[in-house]
């Protein structure tokens, strides 16, 4: 049976992601510091096999960065400034509107020359593999 996860089923969330040997620091923050939902899980579901929780999955909305850049527009030095300004004014336009994270995938015939320009923008390469599951 899948259910709506309930307020009673976080200690069962934190017992089975520390039995699966995951770093607490990478336990989802369905729950704000002040106890109330975190309204980016838009989505918290149960699977209960016999009573008992067996898995559960929770879908959080994130914010996915396109950077589209003339490279016949201005010097090197001028678009690396007009990519930092870019970027700034994206953290400010995403915080208000209460996310948590960009992300900016880069197709690998370009991450060795972005890569380092992602990296002094203050942006952390994921060390988990992404996958994608296209909806229809």
């Given at each position: 049976?899948?259910?709506?996860?309930?307020?009673s089923d976080i200690e069962k969330a934190v017992e089975i992601h520390?039995?699966?040997?995951?770093?607490?620091?990478?336990?989802?923050n369905i729950l704000e510091e002040d106890g109330l939902a975190n309204p980016l899980f838009i989505e918290k579901e149960v699977v209960e096999?016999?009573?008992q929780v067996a898995m559960m999955g929770?879908?959080?909305i994130t914010s996915e960065?396109?950077?589209?850049?003339?490279?016949?527009?201005g010097t090197p030095e001028e678009r690396w400034q007009w990519l930092r300004e870019g970027t700034?004014?994206?953290?400010?336009?995403a915080w208000k509107r209460g996310l948590e994270q960009i992300t900016v995938f880069v197709p690998p015939e370009?991450?060795?020359s972005f890569a380092k320009r992602l990296l002094d923008l203050g942006f952390v390469k994921s060390p988990w593999?992404?996958?994608?599951?296209?909806?229809?």
């Open positions: 049976m899948i259910r709506k996860m309930q307020s520390k039995a699966n040997g995951l770093d607490e620091r990478c336990f989802p096999v016999d009573g929770f879908l959080k960065v396109y950077f589209l850049i003339d490279h016949t527009i700034e004014h994206l953290k400010q336009l370009i991450e060795p593999a992404s996958f994608t599951l296209n909806l229809e």
